[in-house]
Nanobody
Framework: QVQVVESGGGLVQPGGSLRLSCAAS????????MAWYRQAPGKQRELVAS??????????DSVKGRFTISRDNAKNTVNTVYLQMNSLEPVDTAVYYC??????????????WGQGTQVTVSS
């Protein structure tokens, strides 16, 4: 299994910035894609951005140009993904979840989720 630990959420004024971090580790063969999802009250969980092991990124149209996803694989046992959020708007208010796709030593892929971190954009 993979342990996923998120940090960096909080309260910010419109137009402000936040940086979310997610550290993933475990006794596994490798970590594949990593992604950020968010879920606002009363809405379905949606993909915000994703990044492959090789650094290829995908960003939702609703946040394109404002949010940037990046990844640090420098430590063999820990992969960290970041979500830099700029020009935040009230509609970005949600719980943000880290999603980690990994391959087990005995084969097969699985997914782990973080516990979620609250982002609130309000004046």
């Amino acid at each position: 299994q993979v342990q996923v630990v998120e940090s960096g959420g909080g309260l910010v004024q419109p137009g402000g910035s936040l940086r979310l971090s997610c550290a993933a580790s475990g006794i596994i063969l490798k970590i594949n894609d990593m992604a950020w999802y968010r879920q606002a009250p009363g809405k379905q969980r949606e993909l915000v951005a994703s990044i492959t092991n090789g650094g290829v990124t995908n960003v939702a149209d609703s946040v394109k140009g404002r949010f940037t996803i990046s990844r640090d694989n420098a430590k063999n046992t820990v992969n960290t993904v970041y979500l830099q959020m700029n020009s935040l708007e009230p509609v970005d208010t949600a719980v943000y979840y880290c999603n980690v796709d990994f391959t087990r030593f005995l084969g097969g892929r699985a997914v782990s989720w973080g516990q979620g971190t609250q982002v609130t954009v309000s004046s």
